[in-house]
């Protein structure tokens, strides 16, 4: 999963490349200043869902990502948006999707 900052939204509808926020980093420490609350991660929760959340609970830019075996790396848009974390995991499994590759 990519987290990025707010204003990164823009530079996506712009086609420009984005970098996300340093993993080393904590929610706490790069939210927006008036934001606070919690997400819960699980398995049925769909993707669209986990992005929004961390958008209107933390004021960030969340993206989903994920590396096909040949290396390419791509956020996930359209129907598989629609997918629970869990369902995506294993469509990634059976088509050979690397682990933890996206960083």
Known sequence: MGIYYSYARQQ???GERITPI???????????ADSGGTISISGNK?????????D???????QVCYTE?????YYTSGSSDE???SAFNEYCE???CK????E
Request: glycine fraction near 12%; charge should be positive.
């Open 46 to 54: 769909k993707i669209k869902s986990l992005e929004k959340e961390f």
């Open 94 to 96: 059976k088509t050979g």
């Open 22 to 32: 340093d993993g080393a980093k904590t929610l706490a420490s790069v939210r927006r």
């Open 69 to 73: 075996s040949t290396g390419n790396r």
């Open 12 to 14: 996506v509808a712009k």
């Open 83 to 85: 997918m629970t974390l």
């Open 99 to 102: 682990k933890g590759v996206w």
């Open 56 to 62: 209107t609970v933390f004021g960030l830019y969340c």
